[in-house]
């Protein structure tokens, strides 16, 4: 059976995480370990490599390197991993995430990703683009929203069973849902055409099920919204030259202690900001330049 248009559906299984290897054709799976140091969970939260033509090489090592000396608990990558979904590209992307020196890392696809048909080509990489990792008291959803050749996302209805079951399932938990695709339309980004298409009911399912988190990437633009309780963070662009109203590239650094979310953006080779500041001062930041 399919999730969407595309996915296989899975059974929503006990707390295992990708951890991605060297040989692009296997990919290894570790068991998380539960004891967090001090109780806090740290996340990266990285999207939009887009490896390949516009790729910003130096920017996207030098934004390993500030990583790997946070030594975060989990990396998530929200998609776009490629430009053009090539091998080539795929290649290029492993070769870098290989680096970071992190156990476990949650790859996510994007819509670049799933071009000339490197929906294919993803599993081999980076395993199933949608997955279910839990870490002590919480869990982390990945969908995959791309569909082949397509620039707006889908969570599909299949897809949005398996989600509602898993959500079900650990109710009691700290929920995060992570996806490639901006679920509310973000300043700065020009006309709006490729928001997830069934955004609503993806929306309806999170709040409903008292979702603490969502992550998201696409739009190369770092912002955040929040809907009630709910807060959705945008982590912009960590390495492409296309960039989009925050002239920098940029990373989200998140902090989860006793279910109290801290999280900034980290530009890379600059400072943090709290969020609320880019809310705020967006043009001031622009100017740094």
């Not at 559906?9 to 692009?24: D, F, G, M």
């Not at 919480?138 to 897809?159: A, K």
């Not at 929040?226 to 963070?233: A, D, R, S, T």
């Not at 912009?236 to 902090?255: D, E, M, P, W």
Request: charged share 25%; glycine share 8%.
């Amino acid at each position: 059976m399919l999730v969407g248009n595309l996915i296989p559906l899975v059974r929503c299984e006990t707390a295992t995480i990708l951890k991605v290897s060297v040989n692009p054709s296997l990919r290894e799976v570790s068991e998380m370990n539960e004891n967090i140091r001090d109780g806090i969970l740290m996340l990266v939260h990285i999207s939009d490599m887009h490896c390949g033509p516009k790729l910003e090489k130096s920017t996207l090592q030098q934004a390993i390197d500030e990583i790997n000396a946070l030594s975060p608990d989990i990396v998530i990558v929200t998609g776009d991993l490629t430009e053009d979904g090539l091998t080539s590209e795929f290649q290029e992307a492993k070769r870098y995430l290989t680096q970071l020196k992190c156990e476990h890392i949650v790859v996510g696809s994007g819509n670049h990703d799933s071009r000339t048909t490197g929906y294919l080509l993803f599993p081999k990489f980076f395993g199933e683009p949608s997955s279910v990792t839990e870490v002590g008291d919480t869990v982390l959803i990945m969908l995959n929203s791309s569909r082949p050749d397509r620039e707006d996302g889908e969570i599909g209805y299949n897809q949005g069973l398996w989600l509602k079951g898993c959500l079900n399932q650990y109710k009691d938990k700290f929920k995060i849902v992570s996806l490639h695709h901006h679920l509310i339309p973000v300043p700065d980004t020009g006309m709006e055409r490729n928001t997830v298409s069934d955004a609503g009911d993806l929306l309806r399912t999170l709040i409903l099920n008292d979702v603490n988190l969502v992550l998201c990437g696409h739009r190369h633009r770092p912002w955040m919204w929040e809907i009630g309780n709910l807060p959705i963070i945008y982590a912009g662009a960590i390495s492409t030259k296309r960039l989009r109203g925050f002239y920098h590239n940029a990373y989200g650094i998140i902090q989860i202690n006793n279910r109290k979310i801290k999280a900034k953006l980290k530009v890379v080779g600059n400072e943090e900001y709290d969020f609320d500041k880019i809310f705020v001062q967006t043009n001031d930041l622009t100017a740094e330049v």
